[in-house]
């Protein structure tokens, strides 16, 4: 097994913010560094996400789902709901 290891100086933490994530990963069996990867992937993951442009009811296009198909919205209606009076 072949592992990396590197020393990081992270400058200007809360110390506040620092001291909670500490606790939260001891509570969890965690290693500071091991629970710090965790949080750096997620921080990561969630600013992709950000960036990656969301689509709205409006941007969708309609389409033709074929023949036999005129009341479907009515019927999933009629099921969910219960038959009209």
């Known amino acids: 097994m072949v592992q990396c290891m590197t020393n990081v100086t992270i400058r200007d ?21 091991a629970a710090m990867s965790v949080a750096l992937r997620q921080w990561a993951e969630t600013q992709r996400a950000e960036k990656t442009p969301r689509k709205s009811l409006p941007d969708f296009e309609p389409w033709d789902w074929g023949e036999g198909t005129e009341r479907t919205s009515e019927e999933i209606d009629e099921i969910l709901y219960g038959s009209k009076p």
């Open 13 to 33: 933490v809360d110390d506040r913010v620092y001291r909670e994530f500490k606790a939260e990963a001891i509570r969890r069996g965690l290693r500071l560094g």
